[in-house]
């Protein structure tokens, strides 16, 4: 059985891009897709002893448990990193990982001025991967029949942005859109199977049948519509999928680690940002790019951004 989940880092800035992720596992069919969470946990208990705080240990939680500005990035991106290895992957480098194949675009990374030359040794904050741990996680997941099996995300940058929200009047269709598309491609990505999706319900909406119907070869039959959950299936040759979406939905593993890849893939992409604008402006703050601080932030690269030609639509998202 394979179970699925999807979450988002990005959503609410005026600066920067949105960043979708989803993360897949193999999970034998005689285990409760509720019960992956504890498995595993235990794995991590058993297989890193040695570990004595949490801050230790491969942790698996929604970003917002892992990172905050204050505390910094290392917590965050040791458990990304780690969760590499288990796919057999690294990113010794910032270009490494965002042309490893991991994230997918209709923009190419060197289409906006700051990613086009920047680049920095991964991990930023963290320390070296050690492969022995990875190993001994692999070994453990493998004897409870459990396996990552995928992690994919999907970036967009301010000016796709803005043309998304221009065809689809809103950006929470966009979100909605988006987040089913890269869903639907991985589990085509996967082998057949039963497979189970859970994925995070976006504001207010309970109805995601028309927006789902564009992205599957098949009938979608509708299971429930509620403010607690949306739910439906279909069949596919050699496979049948049911789709949950709930709120708060981190709580399910595989979201949660696509909590830490949007996340982690968001922060990665607004140290270049601010990286590009802060050595040509003096003494010029960071963002992060939320409203209140995006407008500070516009005022004082406007002069800047005018001299190198640069059109609001290429930094500015509409909403």
Known sequence: MYLLGTDEAGYGPNLGPLLIAVSAWSIPDELDPAELNDCVA???????????????????????????????????????????????????????????????????????????EFDEPLPLAAPPVDETVVQ????????????????????????????????????????????????????????????????????????????????????????????????????????????????RCEAHLPAALASMTAKYLRELAMRAFNHFWCVRIPDLKPTAGYPLDARRFADAIRATQAELAIDDVMLWRKK
């Open 42 to 116: 235990h794995v991590i208990a058993r297989e890193v002893p040695a570990a004595r705080q949490r801050d230790e240990r491969w942790v698996i939680a929604d970003s917002k448990q892992l990172y905050n500005p204050a505390r910094g990035l290392e917590l965050l991106e040791r458990q990304f990193h780690v969760a590499l290895g288990l796919l057999g992957l690294q990113a010794a480098r910032w270009r490494d990982l965002w042309q490893s194949g991991l994230v997918v675009g209709s923009t190419p990374l060197d289409a906006t001025h700051w990613h086009a």
């Open 136 to 247: 001994r996680i692999l070994t453990g997941l493998a004897d409870c029949g459990v396996t990552l099996e995928l992690l994919r995300a999907r970036a967009v940058f301010p000016h796709e942005f803005n043309q998304l929200v221009d065809r689809h009047e809103t950006k929470s269709h966009v979100l909605s859109s988006l987040t089913l598309e890269l869903l639907c491609q991985a589990i085509r990505a996967l082998p057949p199977g039963k497979t189970l999706a859970v994925c995070d319900k976006h504001g207010a909406r309970n109805r995601y049948g028309a927006l789902l119907q564009p992205h599957v070869d098949a009938w979608i039959e509708v299971l429930r519509e509620s403010a607690e959950e949306s739910a439906y299936r279909w069949l596919e040759p050699e496979r049948s999928v049911e789709l949950r979406l709930q709120p």
